[in-house]
């Protein structure tokens, strides 16, 4: 009897021993790849919008990744960031590395209303919708 006893002792052991080794892998795993990292993101809003765009041409992908975005692209990097009910910022590019080809203040969903924040007036993109 204490033989059986000892038995299922022990193998209740390693199984709770593999229980906690699998759950400390499932969340290792999850802190590796960054699950969670995009709720502490911050939302971009349209005073950061301006003074990112006062970077013009210098900038890069590296200058949006504290913000809050989804990736909507197939085929090439495309991010959109919603700025606030009225706009969005578009960034699309080849390559990460390489300057974005287009970063695109978009009025709601009507994409083909946008400025190009790098050399565009916002300002004046702005006052033009609302007009």
Known sequence: MKLVISKNI???????????????????????????????????????????AQ????LSWKD???????DIGSG?????YDIDKNYKLLIGGSDLK????????VKGTEEER???????DIDKFMDSENS
């Open 98 to 105: 390489g300057k974005p080809d287009y970063i695109r203040l």
């Open 55 to 58: 970077k013009g041409n210098g």
């Open 76 to 80: 090439m990097y495309v991010v959109c």
């Open 114 to 120: 946008y400025i190009d924040i790098r050399t565009g």
């Open 10 to 52: 022990s193998r209740n052991f390693w199984v709770l021993v593999l229980i906690i080794v699998c759950i400390s892998g499932i969340i290792l795993i999850r802190g590796i790849a960054g699950y969670g990292k995009e709720s502490s993101k911050e939302v971009l809003s349209m005073s950061e919008v301006k003074k990112l």
């Open 64 to 70: 949006f990744e504290k913000y809050k975005g989804q």
